[in-house]
């Protein structure tokens, strides 16, 4: 916002009819484009991090799924071989 200002105010200032910017207007140009550059850079940033905070709770969701199917499957072969046992047992 103050680079804005900074070239608003020296863009009032009177300029000779050739020169097409002064210094100052040069000068806050230059500091605008710079700020631009930098807010550009931190808003690529904070998206990347609300897409990582995004992605998190959905490849969370993944891993615990598979970890109770990888319980389940467990669990059956348990049964299983429970139940082969008690045959075995009987003959």
Request: glycine share 2%; no cysteine; aromatic share 2%.
């Amino acid at each position: 916002m103050t680079a804005r200002e900074n070239v608003l105010a020296a863009a009032t200032k009177a300029t000779p009819e050739g020169e097409t910017l002064s210094a100052e207007e040069k000068e806050a140009l230059e500091k605008l484009k710079a700020e631009i550059v930098r807010q550009e850079e931190s808003v690529k940033t904070q998206r990347q991090e609300v897409k990582d905070r995004e992605t998190f709770p959905e490849e969370s969701e993944m891993k615990l799924f598979e970890k109770v199917q990888e319980q389940q499957e467990k669990e059956i072969e348990l049964e299983q071989k429970e139940e082969d046992l008690r045959i075995r047992e009987k003959n």
